[in-house]
C-alpha cells in the first residue's frame, strides 16, 4: 500500500487552521466560565462514553479531534479557575502562561539541560523567584518541579543526604540498611501531608517525623522543637530536616520562621519551609516580616501554579545549596555531558532526566504581572479574608473557626438564637458545602480546624473583589438558615 502524507505532517502542513480553530474554543471556554455553574458534576452517559472509547484502528482527522475535545473534555472541569472556586489552594490558569505553554510544547525542548533558550532564561526566572520572596540569590539554584511535593521531596533528599554525609555514610552507596543513626525530622501537625509523603519515600517513616506542638494560632512552637531536638540528640538520633510552614494549607498559619531558624541554626539542622502557598504573601506588606526569615532557610518550597496563575504543573524549589543537591542526585553516563554548561543542567540536581519546560508558562505569568500586579493580586487576596473574617465575626449566625491568615478563613454557620452541638453543627455545614456545590454559585468545601467542621474558603483568583466576599456570606447564610430550618 503507498504511503500518503503523515497525519503528523498533514497537521503541521495545516497548522494555523487547526491552532486557530483551538484558539477559538479555548477563548470561548475562558470567557464562558464565569457565567458557568461553579461545580459541574460530569453525566453518567459522558463518564461512560469517556471510559470505553476503542482505540481507533486508523487514525481519526485533526478536526474530529478537536471536535472530541470541545463537545467531551470541555464542559466538564474541576471548578478550578472559576472566581467563586473557594477550595483549595488552586488558582486559574493566566491565559498568557498558557500560551506560553503551547509554545513549550511546539519546541519540545526538556528543562533538564542541554544548550537551548530555555535552559538560559532559567538563571533569569530563578532569580527573578527568588527575589520576590526574598531568598539570597548567590550562589542559590532554582528548579522547577511538578509541584510542591516534588519540591519538598527534592529538598529533603538534599538535606538527608548532607546530614548523612557530615556524619560519615556515603548514603547513596550505602542506602539505609548499614544500621546507621535514625534520620529524624521535625515539623507541626499543620504542615502539608506532603511532608509526611516524603519522610515515607525517604525510608525515615513516620516514627521519626516529630510532630511539633503549635501555640493556639496554629504555629510551631519553637521552644517545643528545641526540646523535641535535644532529645533526640541525646538518644543518639541524626536530626536532617526542620520543615517550617510558610503558610498552611488549611489554616494560612505561618511558622515563626526566625525563632525556628534560630533553633535550626543552632544544631545546625537544614531547615527548609513549604511557602508552597503562602511564601509569595512576602510581597504583601501585612505579612512582609513574617516571611524575612525566608532569607534564612536552607531551602524553600514555592509554587507558581499557585498564586501566580501559573497553569498546572509548576512547584518551584529553592536551595542555597547547590551542591548538596548534586552530590545526592548527578549522575552523568557517557552519553550525558553535564557539566560543561555555563548553567547549571537541571537533571544533575534532581531525580528526573528528562522533564518539560515549565520555564516559559512561569516567566510569562510573571512578566505579564510583573511584580506589582503579583503584589497587588496576593495583598488584595489576603485583603478580602480579612474582610469575610470581619463579616463573620459580626454575623450572628457565623462563627469564625480560625481567624483569616493569608487569604485563608475557616467559619461555620450556626443558626442564631438555637443551641446545636458540635455533631449536628457539622452535618449541617457539610450540607451546607454540598448545597453551595449543588447551587452553582460557588464551589466552598469543607475541613475541620480543631475536630469541627469549617467552611474554607481560600481567595486566590486574579478578579476576586470585595463583591464575592458579599456574594459568599449571603449564599452561607441563605443556604444555612434555609437547611436549618
Ligand atoms: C502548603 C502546601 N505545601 C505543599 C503542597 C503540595 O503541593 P503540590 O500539590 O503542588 O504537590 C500544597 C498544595 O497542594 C500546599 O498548600
Redesign the pocket.
Known amino acids: 500500500m503507498a504511503l500518503g502524507m503523515h497525519p503528523f505532517t498533514q497537521d503541521r502542513e495545516e497548522f494555523e487552521r487547526l491552532g486557530a480553530r483551538t484558539a477559538g474554543m479555548l477563548g470561548e471556554y475562558l470567557r464562558a466560565l464565569p457565567a458557568q455553574p461553579v461545580d459541574r458534576v460530569v453525566p453518567e452517559e459522558a463518564r461512560h462514553r469517556l471510559m470505553s472509547l476503542p482505540m481507533p484502528d486508523t487514525g481519526l482527522p485533526a478536526d474530529e479531534i478537536l471536535e472530541f475535545l470541545r463537545r467531551e473534555i470541555l464542559p466538564w472541569p474541576v471548578s478550578v479557575g472559576h472566581r467563586r472556586s473557594y477550595g483549595w489552594?488552586n488558582s486559574p490558569p493566566a491565559p498568557i502562561a498558557i500560551l506560553a505553554d503551547a509554545v513549550a510544547s511546539t519546541m519540545n525542548c526538556g528543562l533538564d539541560g542541554f544548550d537551548h533558550s530555555a535552559l538560559f532564561l532559567m538563571s533569569s526566572l530563578g532569580r527573578w523567584i527568588m527575589e520576590l520572596v526574598g531568598f539570597p540569590t548567590r550562589g542559590s539554584l532554582c528548579l522547577l518541579l511538578s509541584?510542591?511535593?516534588?519540591a519538598?521531596l527534592n529538598a529533603l533528599s538534599a538535606a538527608r543526604h548532607h546530614a548523612a554525609e557530615r556524619a560519615g555514610w556515603d548514603l547513596r552507596k550505602e542506602g539505609l540498611q548499614g544500621g546507621r543513626a535514625r534520620l529524624v525530622a521535625y515539623a507541626s501537625a499543620e504542615s502539608?501531608s506532603?511532608i509526611q509523603k516524603c519522610v515515607e519515600q525517604l525510608g525515615v517513616g513516620t516514627d521519626n517525623l516529630r510532630d511539633i506542638e503549635v501555640d493556639d494560632a496554629f504555629r510551631m512552637r519553637p521552644d517545643a522543637l528545641r526540646r523535641a531536638v535535644e532529645a533526640d540528640l541525646a538518644a543518639g538520633h541524626l536530626p536532617f530536616a526542620i520543615v517550617a510552614?510558610g503558610?498552611?494549607?488549611n489554616t494560612g498559619a505561618i511558622d515563626p520562621l526566625d525563632a525556628v531558624a534560630d533553633v535550626a541554626r543552632e544544631f545546625g539542622i537544614w531547615l527548609h519551609v513549604?511557602g508552597?502557598?503562602?511564601a509569595w504573601a512576602a510581597l504583601d506588606p501585612a505579612y512582609a516580616e513574617r516571611f524575612k526569615a525566608v532569607a534564612r532557610a536552607d531551602s524553600v518550597?514555592l509554587?507558581p501554579?499557585k498564586w501566580p496563575q501559573v497553569p498546572v504543573?509548576c512547584?518551584a524549589l529553592l536551595t542555597r545549596h547547590p551542591d548538596a543537591h548534586r552530590a545526592a542526585f548527578s549522575l552523568t553516563p557517557d552519553y550525558l555531558p553535564a557539566g560543561n554548561s555555563e548553567v547549571p543542567w537541571p537533571c544533575e540536581y534532581m531525580f528526573q532526566l528528562t522533564y518539560g519546560n515549565r520555564a516559559l508558562k512561569t516567566w510569562a505569568a510573571l512578566a505579564r504581572l510583573g511584580r506589582s500586579g503579583l503584589a497587588e493580586l496576593v495583598t488584595r487576596c489576603n485583603r478580602l479574608a480579612g474582610l469575610l473574617d470581619a463579616r463573620v465575626r459580626v454575623a450572628p449566625d457565623l462563627e469564625l473557626l480560625a481567624p483569616a491568615s493569608l487569604s485563608v478563613v475557616n467559619f461555620r454557620y450556626r443558626p442564631a438564637g438555637r443551641r446545636l452541638d458540635d455533631a449536628a453543627l457539622d452535618d449541617l455545614n457539610q450540607r451546607i458545602s454540598a448545597a453551595v456545590s449543588e447551587s452553582g454559585e460557588a464551589h466552598l468545601p469543607t475541613s475541620r480546624v480543631r475536630g469541627r467542621t469549617s467552611l474554607r474558603a481560600c481567595f486566590l483568583h486574579y478578579e476576586n473583589d470585595e463583591g464575592d466576599v458579599d456574594h459568599l456570606v449571603g449564599l452561607v447564610q441563605r443556604l444555612g438558615s434555609e437547611l436549618a430550618a
Do not use: L
Not at 509541584?147 to 516534588?150: D, L, P, R, T, V
Open positions: 489552594v509541584g510542591g511535593s516534588a519538598t502539608h506532603s510552614c503558610g498552611a494549607t513549604d508552597a502557598f503562602g518550597t509554587n501554579h504543573d512547584g
